[in-house]
């Protein structure tokens, strides 16, 4: 029973802390101007890297997944990624469910929908999130619960595409074992929806 607590503490802490770090970047970016919006969002990325990458690691932490490498079949998993894209505008289209807080020709809403909110979800709920889990169960059973998690807080009116994105992204991390290519995939993804 000491464990299941344990575990569970683990990952709502992980997850809390996570999320603290984009409601943080969103006050930031409502409040601020453009320039001091973008200094502090890139101010909260380095925070949050440092203390949830180098302070936080779990015990069976693999450190080669912060290094970057080239996948072999990248081609394959560009053209995975568009296809999880078409899902996302089928869903937004024929369900109606697309929201956005930001105009969508303002620099903020490009650099932080497109790169800021991609770093700090692939960094927080694949790098440290699932490696977590990792240490605690099979690396199957880890991507399902964080695609899990991951769709239900980042987008809960659109859960089946979120999901096919997190568990793809977690496929990614562990297959090709570098954090940098899940980022870039979800970099694309998110340009590729901001602009349809």
């Not at 984009?22 to 006050?27: G, Q």
């Not at 074992?177 to 899940?182: F, G, H």
Request: one cysteine or more; charged letters at 15%; a positive charge.
């Amino acid at each position: 029973m000491k464990s299941f607590w344990k575990l569970f503490t683990g990952i709502i802490s992980r997850v809390l802390y996570t999320l603290t770090w984009l409601i943080v970047l969103s006050i930031c970016i409502e409040k601020l101007d453009v320039f001091p919006a973008i200094v502090t969002g890139f101010i909260i990325i380095a925070v949050f890297l440092l203390i949830h990458v180098k302070f936080l690691l779990p015990k069976k932490w693999d450190f080669g997944r912060t290094k970057f490498v080239i996948p072999e079949r990248i081609y394959f998993l560009i053209l995975t990624a568009l296809i999880l894209v078409l899902g996302d505008i089928f869903w937004i289209y024929h369900v109606k469910t697309s929201q956005s807080g930001f105009e969508e020709d303002s620099l903020p809403f490009v650099i932080f929908g497109i790169i800021a909110y991609p770093l700090i979800e692939e960094f927080g709920f694949r790098l440290w999130l699932q490696s977590f889990l990792e240490s605690k169960f099979n690396k199957i059973i880890s991507i399902g619960i964080v695609a899990l998690i991951f769709a239900l807080f980042h987008k809960p009116e659109m859960p089946i595409p979120q999901l096919l994105s997190g568990v793809l992204y977690g496929v990614v991390l562990v297959t090709t074992k570098s954090i940098w290519i899940p980022v870039l995939l979800h970099l694309m993804h998110n340009a590729c929806l901001l602009y349809t």
